[in-house]
């Protein structure tokens, strides 16, 4: 199973940018899907997930700026990306989430990343 993010790429301060992650039904045998992103140097930060059951998520940080979605067939996850910061800068990680030993619905497998770069 290969995730692979799409859709990356520059944008200044202010604008747009909205990626996808094509996935498949094997993948969704999870409890949910996500985004996450990681500058170097730090620790990859999930911010946003979708479950099964649509109920979707967001850390503070991109909360009203981000959307997570995915198309009817659940075939592609998107991320929406509005308002972009300088500090939105990173490498951005679709993933799949799973139940771990205690039930919690976390990320176990993540796609190879794209680049998002905003600048001021």
Do not use: H
């Not at 996935?23 to 099964?52: A, D, K, N």
């Not at 995915?70 to 799949?96: F, G, R, S």
Request: charged fraction near 20%; charge should be negative.
């Amino acid at each position: 199973v290969q995730l692979v993010e799409y859709g990356g790429g520059s944008v200044q301060a202010g604008g747009s940018l909205k990626l996808s992650c094509p996935t498949s039904r094997y993948i969704f045998s999870g409890c949910g899907m996500g985004w996450g992103r990681q500058v170097p140097g730090t620790e990859r930060e999930l911010i946003s997930t979708i479950r099964t059951d649509g109920t979707t998520d967001y850390a503070d940080s991109v909360k009203g700026r981000f959307t997570i979605s995915q198309d009817d067939a659940k075939k592609t996850l998107y991320l929406q990306m509005n308002n972009l910061k300088a500090e939105d800068t990173a490498v951005y990680y679709c993933a799949v989430l799973f139940e771990d030993s205690s039930l919690s619905c976390v990320p176990q497998l993540w796609g190879q990343g794209t680049q998002v770069t905003v600048s001021s």
